[in-house]
C-alpha cells in the first residue's frame, strides 16, 4: 500500500520564479494538507484540501496557492519565489469524514526548495 | 489548539526506556494529545495519542495524567533508529485536522 508520494524530492530556483510541488495522497485518503519546514523549525501549516476545494489555510501569503484533483493528488504554488521561501515542503493526507480523536497525519518525505 | 511545552532535547541508552514529557497545562475537554516524530530527511511519523486513558501501541506508551495537564510518551526499548525529534500535539482531531508543530524534543538514542 504506497504512502504519500511528492515531487521532486529536491529543486533550486531563483528569486522570482515559480514553482510547483507535487502529492500523491495515501490510497484511501481524501483530504490533502500542505506544510512548510523551515530549517531547525517545526512544520508550518499552510492550506488543507477536500473534494478540491481549500477548506484552511494558514499565515501564508497569497504567493502560495494549491489544487487539488478529482482523483485526490494535489498540487502546491509558489510565486514570485523570495530566498525565505527556501524550506521543506511537507504533503499530508487523511480521511475528512472522520470522528473527532479519529483522524491521523500520514506524511510525506516533502520536497526541499532552495531558492538563490 | 492548546500550546504544548517540551525540553528542546534529551539523551538515552541503546536498549533502555525513554521517557519524553509533554506539559500542556491549557488543554481543553475535547482535546487529544498527539506524539509524531521526524527522524532526520523524512516526514513525520504519527506514534500515537490520546484523551485521558493511557495508550499503547507497537511503537510506544502514552501515559496521560489525571488532571491531563502533562503527559508522557515512553519508548519501552530504545534503538538508534529512535533518535528523531519527538513532537507533542494538542488537537481536536475531528474532519478539520491540522497539527501546529512546536520544535518539539530531539532525542538522541546513543550505544
Known amino acids: 500500500d504506497a504512502g504519500v508520494t511528492q515531487s521532486p524530492t529536491h529543486l533550486i530556483k531563483t528569486r522570482g520564479q515559480q514553482v510547483t510541488l507535487r502529492c500523491s495522497p495515501k490510497s484511501g485518503h481524501d483530504t490533502v494538507s500542505w506544510y512548510q519546514q523551515a530549517l531547525g523549525q517545526g512544520p508550518q501549516f499552510i492550506f488543507q484540501y477536500y473534494e478540491e476545494e481549500e477548506r484552511q489555510r494558514g499565515n501564508f501569503p497569497d504567493r502560495f496557492s494549491g489544487h487539488q484533483f478529482p482523483n485526490y493528488s494535489s498540487e502546491l504554488n509558489v510565486n514570485a519565489l523570495l530566498l525565505g521561501d527556501s524550506a521543506l515542503y511537507l504533503c499530508?493526507?487523511?480521511?475528512?469524514?472522520?470522528?473527532?480523536?479519529?483522524?491521523?497525519?500520514?506524511f510525506g518525505a516533502g520536497s526541499r526548495l532552495t531558492v538563490l | 489548539d492548546a500550546k504544548t511545552t517540551q525540553p528542546p532535547s534529551m539523551d538515552c541508552a541503546e536498549g533502555r526506556a525513554a521517557n519524553l514529557p509533554c506539559n500542556h497545562s491549557?488543554?481543553?475537554?475535547?482535546?487529544?494529545v498527539y506524539w509524531y516524530r521526524q527522524i532526520h530527511s523524512q516526514g513525520p511519523q504519527y506514534i500515537i495519542h490520546?484523551?485521558?486513558n493511557n495508550e499503547t501501541n507497537e511503537m510506544a506508551s502514552l501515559i496521560i495524567t489525571e488532571d491531563r495537564k502533562s503527559s508522557t510518551l515512553i519508548l519501552p526499548h530504545a534503538t538508534l533508529r529512535d533518535t528523531a525529534v519527538y513532537y507533542c500535539?494538542?488537537?481536536?482531531?475531528?474532519?478539520?485536522?491540522?497539527?501546529?508543530f512546536g520544535k518539539g524534543t530531539l532525542l538522541t538514542v546513543n550505544p
Open positions: 491549557t488543554i481543553s475537554g475535547n482535546e487529544y
Open positions: 499530508a493526507s487523511s480521511l475528512w469524514d472522520r470522528a473527532p480523536g479519529a483522524n491521523v497525519l500520514t
Open positions: 490520546g484523551l485521558k
Open positions: 500535539i494538542v488537537n481536536s482531531g475531528g474532519s478539520n485536522y491540522k497539527l501546529t
